[in-house]
């Protein structure tokens, strides 16, 4: 039998880029049947567009200034990912909150990473709410995007401990080890077309 086609990808970032890193990686060695449509990224000096420059992935520059609003600027965002006509969009740091306009467009077919146990601890961040709680355990969490923020429903999720003499960056390095093995499992189970969405539950075939 034929290989499937490879389901196209946009990933939407705005720092680091090492989830996006862990994309490649998966799709390089041919864990996760993707191709990387396009990297776009709400800020110019993201290190995560050089990354993608270096496999020869397309890179966009989609800053927020020239549009009036949120919406606007999520219009023309939509506009972007239909010329590149993406199939799956992974949020992958993109620190912007979605509106309406782009979450509508694409129904479970947008995921996230948070790096918090969702539903605790959502928003900015998550790992200082998590450490000030006082949580023994904190972890990440894969979920597709709605209309709320961090809200929708849950893919994955990975559990990890909270030492005593945590500091943020200490708890987030752990929490990140974590975020590049649950999200390309994500996405590779979506590119094997092994997600359903069933209201709040999201189910994994065998
Ligand atoms: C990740 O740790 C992710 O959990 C976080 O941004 C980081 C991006 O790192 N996302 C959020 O906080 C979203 N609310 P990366 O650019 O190295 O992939």
Redesign the pocket.
């Known amino acids: 039998m034929a290989d499937a086609v490879p389901v196209r990808l946009a990933v939407l970032?705005?720092?680091?880029?090492?989830?996006?890193?862990?994309f490649i990686d998966h799709i390089e060695s041919h864990e996760i049947n993707g191709r990387i449509a396009c990297v776009v990224s709400n800020k110019r000096d993201?290190?995560?567009l050089k990354r993608a420059e270096q496999y020869g992935i397309p890179t966009i520059v989609h800053e927020s200034g020239a549009y009036a609003d949120r919406r606007d600027y999520d219009a023309a965002l939509v506009a972007i990912l239909r010329n590149h006509d993406v199939q799956l969009i992974v949020?992958?740091?993109?620190?912007r909150i979605l509106t309406d306009v782009m979450v509508d467009a694409f129904p479970h077919a947008i995921m996230?990473?948070?790096?918090a146990l969702l539903p605790a601890f959502?928003?900015?961040h998550?790992q200082k709410q998590a450490l000030d709680y006082g949580v023994r355990f904190a972890g990440?969490t894969v979920h597709f995007v709605d209309r709320g923020t961090?809200t929708g429903p849950i893919i994955l999720q990975a559990v990890v401990p909270v030492f005593e003499n945590d500091s943020e960056e200490t708890l987030?390095a752990r929490?990140?080890q974590e975020?590049h093995r649950i999200y390309p499992e994500a996405v590779r189970l979506f590119c094997a077309g092994k997600i359903c969405v069933d209201g709040r539950r999201v189910r994994v075939s065998p």
């Open positions: 970032v705005s720092g680091n880029g090492t989830n996006l890193q862990a993201a290190f995560a949020l992958a740091g993109f620190m996230n990473i948070h790096p959502p928003g900015l998550a990440c961090d987030a929490i990140q975020e």
